[in-house]
């Protein structure tokens, strides 16, 4: 496997290189998880960073590698693969309109 050395930004691995094997299009995950244990003995913390362009070339702007910058949320749900035939992401509760129908006029005035 071929592995790639990656800068990290942010967060507790801030200046760090790391070697991160690459995939067969030669990029690195999206998204990196590093678990990092309770000093209690709870359940490990989870650290996630996003992959982020390093920098642009300036004649046609291709990216000219990548890094890690530090995802203080770690939401995990924008990692999926959406394909057209999936099922849609759940939606976060909103709260209800006036009217049953959503229409911000009454129709009973």
Do not use: C
Not at 34 to 51: E, F, M, N, S, W
Not at 78 to 83: I, V, Y
Request: proline share 17%; glycine share 12%.
């Amino acid at each position: 496997m071929k592995s790639e050395d990656t800068p990290f930004e942010g967060g507790p691995m801030d200046g760090r290189v790391l070697p991160v094997l690459v995939g067969p299009t030669g990029h690195p995950p999206k998204t990196y998880r590093i678990p990092v244990p309770d000093a209690a003995g709870g359940p490990p913390t989870v650290l996630v960073y996003r992959r982020v362009p390093r920098g642009h070339s300036k004649r046609l702007g291709l990216i000219q590698g990548w890094k890690y910058a530090f995802d203080p949320t770690g939401d995990t749900t924008t990692g999926r693969l959406r394909w057209p035939w999936s099922k849609p992401a759940p939606r976060r509760h909103r709260t209800p309109d006036a009217t049953p129908d959503g229409n911000p006029h009454d129709p009973h005035e």
